[in-house]
């Protein structure tokens, strides 16, 4: 399968509260870059994280990078309602492989 | 960021007829798109990756005969569903990056593809 993986496949949390989303990946990267999809709509890019950073922080967003374990971590921090959404990693070597997504359910 | 716009937006066909979506760079010359479709509650599977003024690569499983991928300019890519059945209803992404594979991609709303 071209795909990663997620996990948790979905996650409920209240309001304010931070949310945690993980990325396993199967093939050497370049980079991988983080998407968000609300329901039946296209993808909005989030954050773009490189092999060689561990950490990066956009606003709410911190992202890290694990080359060895092929991992990648998405927190989410002082969550809102307007955050439900599905969450999805992609690995990028020549292509684009995206992991099969988060559903984040923020309860207000 | 770059703009990359798909139309339709959605469509409703009938079975066996033939489906066109087009993919659009607005503002940035596309020198690769890539065709994404997403099913229910799923995530994006590549289909197929276009250079312009190349052939389309396919990803395996997919099938180059029904579905078409053109890529005549910088600006402009198109999917075509041929012979479309009710199991090709899905969510049509595409997306557009302009140079080498460090480059960001931008995706486009997707298309809705609904086939009776």
């Known amino acids: 399968s071209q795909q990663g993986e997620e996990d948790p496949q979905a996650l409920s949390i209240q309001e304010g509260e931070n949310a945690t989303m993980n990325c396993s990946y199967k093939t050497s990267i370049n980079n991988l870059q983080w998407y968000r999809q609300n329901s039946g709509r296209g993808l909005v890019h989030l954050i773009l994280i490189r092999s060689n950073e561990r950490e990066k922080h956009s606003g709410r967003l911190r992202v890290t990078l694990d080359t060895s374990k092929k991992s990648s971590s998405l927190l989410i921090t002082a969550s809102r309602a307007a955050d439900t959404a599905s969450y999805f990693c992609a690995s990028t070597g020549n292509q684009f492989y995206f992991g099969t997504g988060t559903s984040l359910t923020v309860i207000p | 960021g770059a703009v990359v716009s798909q139309h339709p937006s959605w469509v409703i066909c009938k079975s066996g007829t033939s489906v066109k979506i087009e993919c659009r760079s607005l503002d940035f010359q596309a020198t690769t798109m890539f065709w994404y479709r997403q099913f229910p509650k799923q995530s994006l599977m590549l289909m197929a990756t276009?250079?312009?003024?190349?052939?389309?690569?396919?990803e395996q499983g997919v099938e180059k005969d029904k579905f078409l991928i053109n890529h005549a300019s910088l600006t402009l890519s198109t999917l075509t569903v041929t012979s479309a059945h009710p199991e090709d209803s899905s969510f049509y992404i595409c997306s557009a990056r302009e140079g080498g594979g460090m480059n960001e991609q931008f995706f486009g709303p997707g298309t809705r593809l609904t086939v009776l």
């Open positions: 276009s250079n312009e003024g190349s052939k389309a690569t396919y």
